[in-house]
């Protein structure tokens, strides 16, 4: 996925700048009589205001008896999808795709030009609030698995310079930063209709992409869901928001087997 392809999705999804509300981030859940899973929707890197871990969040988290993210990161690393470099790794070793770990710089890149830090993000502020409540913090995915995915992603062709002598990835980081703040206030406003339309943009223009880090994850993240639901007990699924998104989305894919979901806020 070059970085040109991930400024066109998410600025295509990116409304104007509006007035940021009380954070209300989307949340779901699935439930029947002895099983209820929380489903919410992270946002991987924030500014770290307003709050946003309150309401029907707060209440939802603090009902759970666990916390299952995408995957377990050793502490301190972060998500390799959001900080650069995998972390070394004992036995076979698997080679990140080159031009996904340069999307994923610049995205990183533009993020913390506007204030937007992993350290805030939702899935670290979770991981922190679940160990300090004694909670058990599992992952959808383990970090070998993912980082075999990163090695697969397809490759781009090299970016050319323009004219003038700047790259397309230069070009694209004013557009960039920008559409990723307003994608920020649009997660802060619960609102799932630019995810849609970014995920779309996504699979019309990088199908392999889409399929490899959306569809097929979706599908096993439901799954999982599903068989979670033959234990009593109450858990608390947050995965990014994108997998709650769009016609392959894990709820979709829920409901394709019959599990319901309903929002809460």
Same mark, same amino acid.
């Given at each position: 996925?070059?970085?040109?392809?991930?400024?066109?999705?998410?600025?295509?999804?990116?409304?104007?700048?509006?007035?940021?509300?009380?954070?209300?981030?989307?949340?779901?859940?699935?439930?029947?009589?002895?099983?209820?899973?929380?489903?919410?929707?992270?946002?991987?890197?924030?500014?770290?205001?307003?709050?946003?871990?309150?309401?029907?969040?707060?209440?939802?988290?603090?009902?759970?008896?666990?916390?299952? &993210? =995408?995957?377990?990161?050793?502490?301190? $690393?972060?998500? @390799? *999808?959001? #900080?650069?470099?995998?972390? /070394?790794?004992? !036995?076979?070793?698997?080679?990140?795709?080159?031009?996904?770990?340069?999307?994923?710089?610049?995205?990183?890149?533009?993020?913390?030009?506007?204030?937007?830090?992993?350290?805030?993000?939702?899935?670290?502020?979770?991981?922190?609030?679940?160990?300090?409540?004694?909670?058990?913090?599992?992952?959808?995915?383990? &970090? =070998?698995?993912?980082?075999?995915?990163? $090695?697969?992603? @397809? *490759?781009? #062709?090299?970016?050319?310079? /323009?004219?003038? !002598?700047?790259?397309?990835?230069?070009?694209?980081?004013?557009?960039?930063?920008?559409?990723?703040?307003?994608?920020?206030?649009?997660?802060?406003?619960?609102?799932?209709?630019?995810?849609?339309?970014?995920?779309?943009?996504?699979?019309?223009?990088?199908?392999?992409?889409?399929?490899?880090?959306?569809?097929?994850?979706?599908?096993?993240?439901?799954?999982?869901?599903?068989?979670?639901?033959?234990?009593?007990?109450?858990?608390?699924?947050?995965?990014?928001?994108?997998?709650?998104?769009?016609?392959?989305?894990?709820?979709?894919?829920?409901?394709?087997?019959?599990?319901?979901?309903?929002?809460?806020?």
């Amino acid at each position: 996925m070059g970085i040109m392809t991930l400024a066109a999705a998410i600025a295509a999804a990116s409304p104007g700048a509006a007035s940021l509300p009380d954070a209300e981030p989307a949340i779901f859940q699935v439930a029947d009589g002895d099983t209820r899973v929380y489903i919410f929707g992270t946002f991987h890197a924030l500014d770290g205001k307003p709050d946003w871990f309150n309401d029907d969040v707060r209440t939802a988290f603090d009902q759970s008896a666990e916390l299952v &993210l =995408e995957t377990v990161i050793p502490e301190p $690393a972060s998500d @390799p *999808a959001l #900080a650069g470099p995998p972390p /070394a790794l004992p !036995g076979p070793q698997v080679t990140t795709s080159a031009s996904f770990l340069g999307t994923t710089k610049m995205a990183i890149k533009a993020g913390k030009s506007q204030g937007l830090s992993v350290a805030h993000g939702a899935d670290m502020v979770l991981r922190r609030a679940a160990d300090d409540a004694g909670k058990p913090v599992e992952g959808l995915e383990t &970090l =070998e698995s993912q980082l075999a995915m990163f $090695a697969r992603m @397809p *490759a781009t #062709a090299p970016a050319k310079a /323009a004219p003038g !002598g700047r790259p397309a990835e230069q070009r694209a980081m004013p557009a960039l930063s920008k559409a990723m703040v307003e994608l920020q206030n649009a997660w802060k406003r619960g609102d799932q209709a630019i995810f849609v339309q970014m995920i779309d943009q996504l699979r019309r223009s990088s199908p392999d992409l889409y399929r490899m880090m959306f569809a097929e994850r979706n599908s096993r993240w439901a799954d999982w869901i599903a068989a979670r639901m033959q234990t009593p007990g109450t858990v608390f699924v947050a995965v990014g928001a994108g997998h709650l998104a769009g016609k392959d989305s894990v709820l979709v894919r829920l409901a394709e087997m019959g599990i319901e979901s309903s929002r809460l806020n």
